[in-house]
Structures are given as C-alpha cells and as structure tokens.
C-alpha cells in the first residue's frame, strides 16, 4: 500500500484527536537515524524526532543491541516495581547525570510511561508533602493531556470542552521577549515578571493561598520554544527556596542533552526540588520518572502506582541512551549544531520578512512566523501569522524535512532533531527551511490582506 491507501484507513478506524497526520500526510515504512521512509518511497529528514524523544535518532546501534541483549537473556519483561538489575543500572546512570545534590539524597518513582503521569506523579507528590492544594504554573506552558496535567497547560483549546479540570491552579507570566505581557520585552520584562511572583506570593490581599508547588519548562516546547532567561530562572528558585515551594522542572521534551546541557535546568545553575524526565530516557520506549528529594517522600505505600511503570526494555535502551550521549559529549554537541542552526535561521529571517524572531537552546530551536503587512506593537514585534506558518511547514514536507509548529496560534516552527545530527545535515536542515521560507511567502501571496494569527 501507499501513503494515500493507509492515510484513507487511518482516517476510517482512528479517533478524530489524531494530529500528526493532518499535517504530515505519510505512512512511515523505514527509519535510520534522521532519516525516514514513506510508503510511497520517498525519504525525509526528521526534524521532529518523537517529538523529541528520538535522542539518538532512529534505530541507534547502540538502542538496538540493548534491546536485543535484554530479549536473548531471557530477563523479565514487566515487573510492575518490583526491582531487577536492568532497573538498578539504570538508576545508577540516571543519578551519575543529576547534580550532586540531588543524586546523593535523592528518590525516583518510576511512573506509568507517559510525561503527562510524572506531571500528575509530581504534582501529587508536591501536594502530599506541603499539604497545600494549589498550584501555581505558566502561562504558554505545555504539560500534558491528563486531566491534571492538562490544568496545568497554558493552552486554552484542549480544554475548551472538557470541564472542570483540578481547581486552584494560579497561571503566571512567563518571560517571553518578543510577546512581552508586560510590553516591555527584554531584561527588563523579566525583572517585572519576577516582582509580580514575589509579591502575589506575599502579599496577604493577593488573594491567592500559597502553592503546593510551582512547575515550569524551562523552555517552553508546544509554548513556541521560549527559553526561560537565567537570571530569572535564579530569582523563582529563590523565592521558591525562601518560602517553602516545590519547584517543579518539567525535563520531559529538555532533559537529557537537548538544551546543550544534560538538564536545562543546569544553563541556570539552579537544583530544583522535583524534576519530571521521560521522552529520551527510555531510549525511544515508553519510560517517565520523577526524581526529587528526599524529605518529598511523605507518600503512603501505593500513593502513586501504575502497571507499566516496570517497563524493563526502556530502562535497558535508556541506559544505553544516557551513557551514549554522556560518552560522546553529545550533549555539547547538541549546543554546537544548534547554534550553526539558528545562524542559518537568522540569515532567511534577514532576507525575508516572515521571521519575527528567532530562538532556542541547543537542538531545542523555534522561528516565529509573522505578519509583516500589519504593524508592530510598541515592542517591534508583529502578530503572528499562522496561515503562513502552515504553508512553511507544507512547503518543508514537500521537500523532505519533517518539521511542527507550535507556539501562539501555532506559529512558531519548531526543530527537534536528533543530538547525533552532523554538520552537513544541519546545513541541509537550513537550506531546506530558506527555500521553504521563500516558497511559502510566494505561494501565500502578498503578505498584505493575508489574516493574522488564524
């Protein structure tokens, strides 16, 4: 069959939540490394790499004999959370990549194998040892699609319809340079997003109990890949740190080398008190964790539990992931390529009038499409132009590379590549996205009349 033969089925038999499809129109037949195959024999770079997951990008030597070594040994393959060797090497090398802080007096709970359950696992925990009920979150941030996790998320549409999500969640401003919502922008729009948190958190006429913990990514993926500035990540850790707060990171799509540091919470220097890792960790299986300290540990036997948290294949091909990259500097290198990205990222935005901004940490690397025919706010910053930023995409997958969106009204490109991505690829990453970019621009017609952020 081709790509049109099993899209047809796919749309007859699957749910009507599928995304993916609707804007990457292909039947995956192969994958090695950042390359696929569809259906129809044509191959494409992948930018979007599991969503991240896709560490060492597809079918790594190294995953694969992992996973052949747990199969012909014979070793069990579920175990709820009962232990097994494969789990305590596991780990070992998960704690040999933690800060020194947190490894020496650390626990792990082992989650049911999505981000989305370390989310509601973190959360429970932070509630379980304050015994507060609040929590307070960002607004753009991305944290899953359970109920909890979901009313956490910045995003309004995948809640339109749901309901009442978990009550006394207290959204905050999260520093977002180019869309500023203090309309200052820069250092400056950091600093007053900062007062703002110290003072809803003491002042007794706030009107908002204090949290039982504060989670953020600490650069915001889905949100439109939105570095958190340092200087601002250190003053949330204080705050926290002073009054007691459970500081969150979510790890799921930044831990692991992505950002250019094995955790994004590192480029600040900070440790926060829980951190939530999936993704990359199973070595592209199911896998999610949460690690944070000890004196956490206020749970009852079974406060958090779930069948396929014992999911021995990931924990070998995880393993085998993290002592890859830690051996191969990947993620430095990770922080290279990501670099010599956003370099040919700002030479099309410099010849073109699409690309507000462009922005990132290491592989982790977002252009924002905008609306140059309309004027920009008192920032210089347009409105967002999401009709284009679909065509950019759609012209990138006519040319082989597998890009996503995110972002405000789903505008910002996003690239995701694996952290073993060489220089020549990067370069065709970039070479690909500048024809795409003119491309889009052309086919979209004059930018004039087109409709912002739809």
């Known amino acids: 069959?081709?790509?049109?033969?099993?899209?047809?089925?796919?749309?007859?038999?699957?749910?009507?939540?599928?995304?993916?499809?609707?804007?990457?129109?292909?039947?995956?037949?192969?994958?090695?490394?950042?390359?696929?195959?569809?259906?129809?024999?044509?191959?494409?770079?992948?930018?979007?790499?599991?969503?991240?997951?896709l560490a060492l990008g597809h079918n790594h030597p190294v995953v694969i004999e992992a996973i052949e070594q747990t199969l012909r040994a014979e070793l069990p393959l579920h175990t709820l959370d009962l232990t097994t060797p494969v789990k305590e090497r596991f780990v070992d090398e998960l704690f040999s990549h933690l800060p020194e802080e947190l490894a020496r007096k650390g626990r792990i709970q082992f989650c049911g194998p999505t981000g989305a359950d370390g989310v509601e696992a973190a959360m429970k925990l932070a509630k379980t040892a304050t015994g507060r009920s609040g929590m307070f979150s960002f607004q753009g941030g991305y944290h899953g699609m359970t109920a909890g996790a979901l009313s956490l998320m910045g995003n309004l549409q995948p809640k339109r319809h749901v309901g009442t999500l978990?009550?006394?969640?207290?959204?905050?401003?999260?520093?977002?340079?180019?869309?500023?919502?203090?309309?200052?922008?820069?250092?400056?729009?950091?600093?007053?997003?900062?007062?703002?948190?110290?003072?809803?958190?003491?002042?007794?006429?706030s009107g908002v109990l204090p949290p039982a913990g504060v989670i953020l990514e600490l650069v915001q993926g889905e949100g439109g890949v939105i570095p958190a500035p340092d200087e601002w990540t250190r003053a949330l850790r204080q705050m926290t740190s002073e009054r007691g707060i459970p500081l969150i990171a979510d790890e799921v799509q930044t831990g692991l080398g992505r950002t250019g540091r094995m955790f994004a919470f590192e480029h600040a220097g900070i440790v926060p008190d829980i951190v939530v890792i999936s993704k990359a960790v199973g070595g592209s299986l199911p896998l999610s964790v949460v690690v944070y300290r000890e004196e956490l540990d206020q749970w009852e036997p079974g406060a958090h539990a779930g069948t396929f948290r014992g999911n021995q294949l990931a924990m070998a091909a995880g393993t085998a992931t993290m002592r890859f990259i830690r051996e191969q500097g990947l993620a430095q290198h990770a922080e290279r390529m990501g670099l010599r990205l956003m370099r040919h990222l700002e030479q099309t935005r410099t010849s073109c009038r699409s690309i507000g901004e462009v922005r990132g940490r290491g592989l982790m690397v977002g252009a924002e499409i905008v609306n140059a025919a309309y004027a920009p706010d008192p920032l210089g910053s347009f409105p967002a132009h999401a009709q284009l930023a679909r065509e950019v995409q759609k012209q990138c997958f006519d040319r082989g590379l597998i890009l996503e969106l995110g972002g405000r009204h789903g505008s910002v490109v996003r690239f995701l590549p694996p952290l073993i991505v060489e220089e020549a690829q990067i370069d065709r990453i970039g070479e690909l996205f500048h024809e795409a970019v003119l491309a889009a621009e052309q086919a979209c017609g004059s930018v004039e009349g087109a409709v912002s952020g739809v």
């Not at 089925?9 to 292909?26: D, F, G, T, V, W």
């Open 1 to 53: 069959m081709g790509n049109a033969a099993y899209l047809e089925s796919q749309r007859m038999r699957e749910s009507n939540a599928r995304s993916y499809p609707r804007k990457l129109p292909l039947a995956l037949v192969e994958a090695k490394g950042l390359q696929v195959k569809d259906a129809d024999g044509k191959v494409y770079i992948d930018c979007l790499a599991g969503a991240g997951t």
């Open 166 to 205: 978990v009550p006394n969640v207290q959204f905050l401003p999260y520093p977002y340079s180019y869309r500023c919502p203090f309309g200052l922008g820069g250092s400056m729009g950091a600093e007053v997003g900062t007062r703002y948190i110290h003072n809803l958190l003491d002042d007794p006429e």
